[in-house]
């Protein structure tokens, strides 16, 4: 324990305690949302900018690029500043940008402005953390946890929803401006109702830490959020930026051990648990965030869904996460081993998922129901107790920086897991199509019938022969097509519910401890 110990901290009651709570989830979940909301926007933005589909990818990297690297560093801004001032200037800070973005008529004004909102709403993800779980007593902490976990699951998930609609609706340009009032009021209640920690020494700059890890880390994510669209190592871009990020990756962890006041504190890996809750966050991040990138590209791509028609149906999946909370609130404070509620939130997961790989052509939103149910339960009774794994029996700045670099490695376990899906889901629809052509051929009586079927009613409508031909063989191809993408996505579900059963072991060497405290993991060195 630091000196900064839990006996030091003065924690806020009653009406203050939940204003300042409910103040920080809602600058989390504003971060998150901003992760996704403008995913299924790309399009009518690209329109309106005059941007390629590959410029207009910019618009997400840099943003994920500027969050990543911030991430792991609010701990240190925190205590620089004060975490009063950081986190309020976080809020002020992406607020403006959002505003900006909104405002923005050219693309690369809009990269811009969103790197500045990335670097803005990175500050907050961590520090709202360390601000809800400082704000419970040890005994309590299951309470944040819940607030937490639940914002950090249904954040991505409404992105989506939230960024369709309003460009369905409205325009793009409200995606952003959306923003402004709320920032503006979360401005005013965090510098009302946050505290500044006790005890804590303003820390000097680690400029070359600072450095290595900016080169090394947005490094890495832009050769995650890029390399599907570059072809990955046959681009020389992504080939230079994978030296870049191993080089400064490496003089990252020499520098930060060797040094006196790190920017980021890796020896506080030192402890166990904090090293296997960071490790499981990003294991959770590759599979939320990845099912959750294919799902509806599966659905609209294979099924024929709309974006509309694909949010609406999620939304109930998220809702009965509430119900997954209560839950798993109700099993920690009871004192049930966390590796239990773990394991039980992954064999959900991995039910889901292997629900879902059995989808067909007549699939349909009755039959996703109940596998979103059981995701929406599985999710919370995963990312809880990892919440807690990963932060137990740390208080003051070193809360803040075990929350830092627990949620840096979600995140890119996020990227990690969209790129590996697309690589996979890639190559494997090349290899079912392959399987599938030999199968159309004149000595198959199901292939022939199909297509002549359609040639006849092609001529019925007035086509001329060959016309009529072409027209059936290009239509043949459509649906060969589309049964290959729907064999593939069915395989990505199945591979992801078995390559999840990789992380048992280490659930397993999980030190718990049962003390009177719930969620109170013992400290290994």
Same mark, same amino acid.
């Given at each position: 324990m630091t000196p900064d110990s839990s006996a030091t901290i003065t924690y806020p009651t009653g009406a203050a305690k939940w204003i300042l709570v409910a103040t920080a989830v809602s600058c989390a979940v504003l971060e998150l949302i901003d992760t996704t909301v403008v995913n299924v926007s790309l399009r009518e933005i690209s329109g309106n900018i005059g941007a390629t589909t590959t410029e207009i990818a910019w618009v997400i990297t840099a943003y994920s690029i500027a969050n990543v690297i911030v991430i792991p560093l609010s701990g240190m801004l925190s205590n620089l500043f004060g975490r009063k001032r950081y986190f309020t200037g976080s809020v002020l800070l992406f607020?403006?940008?959002?505003?900006?973005?909104?405002?923005?008529?050219?693309?690369?004004?809009?990269?811009?402005?969103?790197?500045?909102?990335?670097?803005?709403?990175?500050?907050?993800?961590?520090t709202a953390q360390s601000i809800i779980m400082d704000a419970f007593p040890p005994e309590e902490r299951t309470s944040g946890l819940v607030v937490f976990g639940l914002?950090?699951?249904?954040?991505?998930?409404?992105?989506?929803?939230?960024?369709?609609?309003?460009?369905?609706?409205?325009?793009?340009?409200?995606?952003?401006?959306?923003?402004?009032?709320?920032?503006? !009021?979360?401005?005013?209640?965090?510098?009302?109702?946050?505290?500044?920690?006790?005890?804590? !020494?303003?820390?000097?700059?680690?400029?070359?830490?600072? !450095?290595?890890?900016?080169?090394g880390i947005g490094s890495l994510q832009y050769i995650l959020e890029e390399g599907t669209t570059a072809d990955w190592f046959s681009s020389n871009d992504i080939t230079f930026f994978f030296i870049l990020a191993v080089i400064g990756l490496i003089l990252f962890v020499i520098?930060?051990?060797?040094?006196?006041?790190?920017?980021?504190?890796?020896?506080?890996?030192?402890?166990?648990?904090?090293?296997?809750?960071?490790?499981?966050?990003?294991?959770?991040?590759?599979?939320?965030?990845?099912?959750?990138?294919?799902?509806?590209?599966?659905?609209?791509?294979?099924?024929g869904w709309t974006a509309t028609q694909t949010g609406a149906f999620m939304i109930p999946g998220m809702l009965v996460t509430v119900v997954g909370m209560v839950i798993t609130k109700k099993t920690l404070e009871k004192g049930v081993n966390p590796k239990v509620i773990i394991l039980t939130g992954l064999a959900l997961t991995s039910i889901y998922l292997v629900m879902l790989s059995f989808s067909s052509p007549d699939s349909n939103a009755g039959d996703f129901f109940w596998p979103f149910m059981i995701r929406g339960v599985g999710a919370i009774l995963m990312v809880m107790p990892v919440l807690g794994l990963a932060t137990a029996?740390?208080?003051?700045?070193?809360?803040?920086?075990?929350?830092?670099?627990?949620?840096?490695?979600?995140?890119?376990?996020?990227?990690?897991? !969209?790129?590996l899906l697309n690589i996979y889901l890639s190559h494997e629809n090349a290899y079912v199509r392959n399987n599938m052509i030999p199968f159309i051929n004149p000595y198959n009586p199901v292939s022939t019938d199909y297509v002549n079927g359609i040639t006849q009613s092609m001529a019925a409508n007035g086509y001329g022969p060959d016309e009529s031909s072409q027209l059936a063989w290009q239509l043949t191809d459509t649906a060969l097509n589309k049964q290959a993408l729907l064999v593939s996505y069915n395989h990505g579900f199945m591979i992801v519910a078995l390559i999840m059963l990789l992380a048992v072991p280490l659930i397993l060497m999980i030190r718990y401890k049962k003390t009177a405290a719930p969620v109170v993991m013992t400290d290994a060195h």
């Open positions: 607020t403006f940008s959002s505003f900006m973005c909104g405002c923005s008529d050219s693309l690369w004004m809009l990269v811009a402005w969103r790197f500045v909102q990335g670097i803005g709403g990175g500050g907050l993800l961590s914002g950090i699951i249904l954040g991505p998930s409404f992105g989506p929803i939230l960024g369709g609609y309003i460009t369905d609706n409205s325009s793009w340009h409200w995606i952003f401006f959306l923003n402004v009032p709320i920032g503006v !009021v979360a401005a005013f209640l965090s510098w009302k109702f946050v505290a500044d920690l006790p005890g804590i !020494v303003k820390p000097k700059i680690d400029v070359l830490g600072i !450095v290595f890890l900016a080169i520098r930060e051990l060797n040094t006196s006041e790190p920017a980021v504190n890796l020896r506080l890996y030192r402890n166990f648990n904090l090293a296997m809750g960071s490790l499981m966050n990003l294991i959770v991040g590759i599979i939320m965030t990845g099912t959750l990138f294919i799902f509806p590209l599966f659905v609209q791509v294979s099924l029996g740390l208080t003051g700045k070193d809360l803040a920086q075990a929350v830092g670099l627990s949620n840096m490695l979600r995140q890119l376990g996020g990227a990690l897991g !969209v790129a």
